[in-house]
């Protein structure tokens, strides 16, 4: 079976500092892999979504990169955090099946930058 | 452009008691919709999807929703509310343009004894 890993669970930076999350995937190949936000109180913004390794869509412009340097591996980084990086930060992975394409997803990550 | 709409920020139940929580969309096209519960400090767990086979769709946990083309609705409901069911349900549905999920804000189910 298919199990996604997210690490680490909490994190606690300064504003300025860099930042590294990263996300496997474990039980399947090739899948598509996503990176969300959830802000306090609000609902899940998509950050980045990769279909293969190197390849990465950014929906927002933001203070974010991701990379993809294996098939199952999805890392999400900033050089500087800023405030507003504060959240909740979700993995998640699907087999591409053309337009359905249903989206599992990780335990998450909670970042705070004070 | 599509939408997901979730009325209730927050809904209260007593257990036992009917859990309904609504959900509508704007599609141009027949839609693909997805509930998912989010236990708190966790990530979200797929609950039930409708991908244009049988409009009444069975879930995980005792839960079910219906497709109402009609009323573009496709609410989430539960017979008898457990106090384990208390989290954040988020409807979704998929773009028709990037086929990438568009959320809607969530719902809040508060479950008193």
């Known amino acids: 079976s298919q199990t996604i890993h997210q690490w680490p669970a909490t994190l606690v930076q300064p504003v300025g500092s860099p930042l590294s999350l990263e996300c496997t995937v474990e039980?399947?190949?090739?899948?598509?892999l996503y990176w969300y936000r959830q802000a306090a109180g609000r609902g899940l913004q998509l950050l980045f979504y990769?279909?293969?390794?190197?390849?990465i869509s950014s929906e927002v412009p933001q203070n974010l990169s991701a990379s993809r340097p294996q098939d199952r591996q999805f890392i999400l980084s900033s050089k500087k955090l800023l405030l507003s990086d504060s959240g909740f930060y979700l993995c998640?992975?699907?087999?591409?099946?053309?337009?359905?394409?249903?989206?599992?997803f990780g335990p998450g990550t909670r970042l705070t930058v004070l | 452009a599509q939408s997901v709409t979730q009325l209730g920020s927050h809904v209260s139940v007593s257990e036992g008691a009917l859990v309904l929580l609504r959900c509508n969309y704007s599609?141009?096209?027949?839609?693909?919709l997805f509930w998912y519960v989010q236990y708190p400090n966790q990530g979200l767990q797929l609950l039930l999807k409708?991908?244009?086979?049988a409009t009444l769709v069975k879930g995980i946990n005792g839960f079910e929703a219906e497709f109402k083309k009609s009323e573009t609705s496709f609410h989430l409901t539960k017979p008898s509310a457990h106090m384990s069911d208390a989290a954040e349900y988020f409807c979704?549905?998929?773009?028709?343009?990037?086929?990438?999920?568009?959320w809607g804000a969530g719902t809040k189910l508060i479950i008193k004894p």
């Open positions: 998640a992975w699907s087999v591409p099946a053309g337009v359905i394409d249903t989206q599992y």
């Open positions: 039980g399947t190949s090739n899948p598509n």
């Open positions: 990769s279909v293969g390794i190197g390849q």
């Open positions: 599609s141009s096209v027949p839609p693909y």
């Open positions: 409708y991908t244009s086979a």
């Open positions: 979704a549905v998929i773009s028709d343009s990037n086929y990438q999920l568009i």
